[in-house]
């Protein structure tokens, strides 16, 4: 089993201090790949010190593309994706190596609630679990989780679809559940974060975490979704219209406008699922 390593690394020389060491001394014939998001410090310098293939960013492009290039550079038949600031330990890489020889192409590292960064962080990574749970009719215990190993020709096929941004791991994650590649989960111990603070911002990354929940629903079932929107629209018009039959022996407008609604959101779900079975299909012709 040939083996690279792809490390996203925006200014984390501190991380990548303590990480890469570990990873020579325990996956010496590993390919080790750290891309360079667009660093100001000498995260660049560091990774080339300790003998890992760097790939530099002129400009920060974000997680995402960093895990692209990082892919598309890869010459192992397995890509293991670790983030660049030490919270993730190598010892756990055999681990997940194990599950892919037992026939997954995708193993996530799992990690519990004292490995998310905060309270509000655990809250919404439980809600996306428990969604995609529900999308998927299978048990996804860590969305997010941005340490994972997977095969490297099924996870290329999907490299079109993942966002530049930090959501990569929720679209890969739920484009293999789309295509019925089995995907397992082993749980990991995640060590605080070294250097510099974590790039994501509250607010911001709040409102886009926010829309991954309807991409969650769109990447893999559009109609499960759209579906309940458009039975409440219904039950809400054929409520009020019964009130307003009681009331005053008409059918209003607003009953209408409601019964449209339903009708356009469950055409545009059927739309939707036909536009998202087309692009599984162009993904794996």
């Known amino acids: 089993m040939n083996i690279s390593i792809v490390i996203p690394a925006k200014n984390e020389e501190g991380g990548l201090s303590r990480l890469l060491p570990v990873l020579r001394e325990k996956f010496q014939a590993a390919e080790v790949i750290v891309v360079n998001d667009g660093s100001t410090d000498r995260t660049s310098e560091v990774a080339a010190s300790f003998g890992a293939r760097v790939l530099d960013n002129p400009y920060s492009m974000g997680n995402g593309a960093a895990i692209k290039q990082g892919a598309r550079e890869a010459s192992g038949d397995v890509i ?10 190598p010892c756990d890489i055999p681990r997940l190596l194990e599950e892919l020889k037992a026939g997954y192409l995708m193993v996530v590292g799992s990690r519990d609630r004292h490995g998310q960064a905060s309270f509000g962080r655990r809250l919404a990574n439980g809600f996306y679990n428990r969604l995609a749970s529900w999308m998927t009719g299978f048990a996804v215990d860590d969305l997010t989780s941005g340490f994972r190993a997977v095969r490297r020709l099924e996870f290329l096929e999907f490299l079109h679809l993942l966002p530049n941004g930090f959501s990569y791991p929720t679209t890969s994650t ?15 111990n995640v060590s605080r974060r070294v250097g510099t603070q974590s790039h994501i911002r509250p607010i911001k990354d709040g409102v886009r975490f926010l829309l991954i929940i309807f ?8 109609l499960k979704l759209f579906v309940p929107v458009a039975a409440v629209f219904f039950l809400t018009g054929l409520g009020y219209y019964l009130y307003t039959y009681i009331t005053a022996e008409r059918f209003t407008n607003m009953s209408l406008l409601l019964f449209s609604a339903a009708v356009i959101v469950f055409l545009i779900g059927l739309v939707s699922e036909q536009i998202t079975s087309l692009v599984y299909s162009r993904s794996r012709s």
């Open 215 to 222: 991409k969650i629903a769109t990447l893999y079932s559009p």
């Open 80 to 89: 293991v994706f670790m983030d660049g600031d030490g919270q993730h330990d």
């Open 174 to 188: 739920m484009a293999f559940f789309r295509s019925a590649y089995p995907v397992a989960y082993v749980p990991v």
